[in-house]
């Protein structure tokens, strides 16, 4: 289906929506593209050189913000001349500036924005944390907001620490271990595996970080919360 619309020609009008005067024909437009380009190199590509990437960012301050946020986050999924494309044309900071949103699929969104394009990305891991995105994200896994997003979240904190020293430092300093640790003993499966990568990655090479991981853990286990 994916190659089927974009072999009949229907990237181009799909974009034209983006610009359309009607907020739910952006919003469904917006939903198509992030179908189309969900795991599809040739669409992905073909997403960003039709110039997508810049009414779907525009996009971020309407009622479509939610689907704009995801078709990005397809568009910049394993493709890094996209997460290029995306960071240059300004987008980190909105979609930062989404994860503080009311409800939940908008925050749950951006978040898996920003993990895909800050993934195996050091300048865009160094660029978001500059964002605010660390704070953010931490404040998504302690007030309790629905497990989906606390699932982004976490993916996101795993992201943007791996491999990035700073990042793993700033985390720490946020308060952002425990409630990753949290998420092992008492989250979804989706989570909970997440957060364990997410932990893995903070302790990597940073004996602090190891220390106050490894005694959460070991407290959890002796009150039988994990």
Known sequence: MQEDVAS????????????????????????????LARGNPANQA???????????????????????????????????????????????????????ASGSLVPQMAAFAVTEVCRGHAPNQTAAAECGTVRALVELLKDGKDEKVK????????????????????????GGIQPTAELVAKGTPRGQSLATLALASLGLANVRNQTEITTLLVGFLSTGGA
């Open 8 to 35: 009949l020609g229907g990237i181009p009008p799909l974009l034209a929506l983006l610009g359309g005067l009607s907020a739910d024909a952006q919003l469904h437009a917006a939903e198509a593209l992030s179908n």
């Open 151 to 174: 699932e982004e979240a976490v993916g996101a904190i795993w992201v943007l620490s791996e491999g990035h020293a700073d990042n793993k430092k700033a985390i720490a300093l946020a």
């Open 46 to 100: 073909a997403i960003a050189k039709a110039g997508g990437v810049r009414p779907l960012l525009a996009m971020l301050q309407n009622k479509a913000q939610a689907y704009a946020a995801s078709a990005l986050g397809q568009l910049a999924r394993g493709m890094p001349g996209n997460q290029d494309l995306i960071a240059q044309e300004g987008g980190l900071q909105p979609l930062v500036g989404l994860l503080s």
